[in-house]
Nanobody
């Protein structure tokens, strides 16, 4: 059974940086298109960034060059480095496949990791 585990979220002040991590058991990231998502209170879950199996990266428009997604297929890990955090980045962050691409099925969602940015 696949289990995703996100970590690294905490409370930070606006302008600070944070690095989120994602690990998985029961599956390997290699060969799969992956993504980070987030869900803010009262809002739908949205894509933050994607990294394809070929390491091509895309970012949501709100990222504005502040985040970097990366993957380590050998270590079966994925990361989201976030700089210049804003209050509006406050959300629960999740990792999963980039299932919206239509090329891969989603895994069961993990618990996510809470990022809170204070002003």
């Amino acid at each position: 059974q696949v289990q995703l585990t996100e970590s690294g979220g905490t409370v930070v002040q606006a302008g600070e940086s944070l690095r989120l991590s994602c690990t998985a058991s029961g599956t390997r990231f290699g060969g799969k298109d992956m993504a980070w998502y987030r869900q803010a209170p009262g809002r739908q879950r949205e894509v933050v960034a994607t990294v394809s199996h070929a390491f091509t990266r895309t970012y949501a428009s709100f990222v504005n060059d502040r985040f970097t997604i990366s993957r380590d297929d050998v270590g079966n890990r994925m990361f989201l480095q976030m700089f210049s955090l804003k209050v509006e980045d406050t959300a629960v962050y999740y990792c999963n496949t980039d299932f919206q691409s239509g090329n891969v099925e989603p895994f069961p969602w993990g618990q996510g990791t809470q990022v809170t940015v204070s002003s």
